[in-house]
């Protein structure tokens, strides 16, 4: 439905035909001869429509009154030539064009289509927005346990500061969710939130894909380039798997952290940034210092406000709350209609051991939700992976008889390399570590790393 348009204009024979032209146009017209009739009609309007020159109150003052109210009707501003710099200061108020008389009629159409376009992707970004805060606000994210409810409390006094955050924890404990939370609760939650992947990223791009790179800094680059910092800049930064970066990378994040600055790959010129850092891993960044695989400086450089996610057996008091919470998420999604989940079905995954944490649990219930027949999840649809639950450290871990920690831990290496082909990167994974830990145990084996 098209919008009500009030039309602000003293010359009644322009008045008319504007007005005449708008109704052929499906439009609901208002018109009116003066500022003062005018503002007794804004409040219905959709959109404004006004001369710059009227008697009493003026073009300027009716714009300048209707913002101090905190209304968002586009305003257009209609303005003779020998006055464009008063149509330039109406927008400088407020007003979201202008049309110099005379114009087309078909100008014009085009001029209000183009504002009420512009208004509707900015009420739509502005709901997308108070959407993204509605999920990253405390209250949707399922965590009632002790330990959870203690992290809460963590992120609201830290959100507010620019203090660099460090989350660790397994993998799917939800690191990603929090850093998105800390950022949406803090003063840059209308900045920009960028998310940087480091395990993903290979490491001889990893430089310029940060830091962004000039035109022929290398063989491809046609043009320059912003990196993920410079596309940040006064919002956040989220790191993840901070663990997983090279030492000449640790150096250049060191210098941002500590000075706000860095330079462009294939450039000499400092750059200058604003960016809140936070950082995740799933590793003991402790054990990598130790190994000489992270800088110790950095370390204690994002290490500012560390936050420990703890593990979903270790907060088995939220697996009902999230398991409902899925059911409803993804049962809407899917277009399942599940009504819920009955209690033997809660107690068979609170039985179970979820390596893959609060990840796996949405996996199972996405899962079971699609290969259900009944109204509601019961026991026998809750489809729980069937590998074998890992061993914990009450039920003890021996060494191959007569042999050395250090001589089993070099055997397994060994096993890997030969497993994964000779392929570094794909031993590491195989053992868990990072490409630079395997490469330190290699180096200290007296192997090339």
Sequence with gaps: MKPRILIIEDEEKLRRVLE????????????????????????????????????????????????????????????????????????????????????????????????????????????????????????????????????????????????????????????????????????????????????????????????GFEKGAFTGAVAAKPGKFEQADTGTVFLDEIGDVPPSIQVKLLRVLQEREFERLGSNKTRQVDVRVIAATNQDLRAALEQGAFREDLYYRLNVVPLNLPPLRERREDIPFLAEHFVRELGAALGRPVEGISEAAIRKLMAYHWPGNVRELENVIERSLVLCSGPVLEADDIKLDTAPRARSPAEGYFLPEGMTLEEFEQAVIREALKRAGGNKSQAARLLGLTRNALRYRLSQMGLDG
């Excluded at 439009?27 to 001369?51: H, M, N, P």
């Excluded at 997308?128 to 959870?148: H, K």
């Design 20 to 211: 005449l032209h708008l109704r052929s146009a499906g439009y609901e017209v208002d018109a009116a001869a003066s500022g003062e009739e005018g503002w007794k009609l804004a409040d219905r309007a959709g959109l404004i429509l006004t001369d710059l020159r009227l008697p009493g109150m003026d073009g300027l003052e009716f714009i300048a009154r209707l913002r101090r109210q905190n209304t968002r009707t586009p305003v257009i501003v209609m303005t003779a030539y020998g006055t464009v710099e008063t149509a330039v200061e109406a927008m400088k108020k407020g007003a979201e064009d202008f049309l110099l008389k005379p114009f087309s009629l078909d100008h014009l159409s085009a001029v209000i289509q183009k504002a009420l376009q512009r208004r509707e992707l900015e009420d739509e970004n502005r709901r997308l927005r108070e959407e993204l805060g509605r999920r990253y606000d405390f209250r949707n994210i399922i965590g009632r346990s002790p330990l959870m409810q203690e992290i809460f409390a963590a992120i609201q006094r830290v959100a507010p500061t620019r203090a660099t955050v460090l989350l660790c924890g397994e993998s799917g404990t939800g690191k990603d969710l929090i850093a998105r939370a800390i950022h949406y609760h803090s003063p840059r939650r209308d900045r920009p939130f960028v998310k940087i992947n480091c395990s993903a990223l290979p490491e001889n791009l990893m430089e310029s894909e940060l830091f």
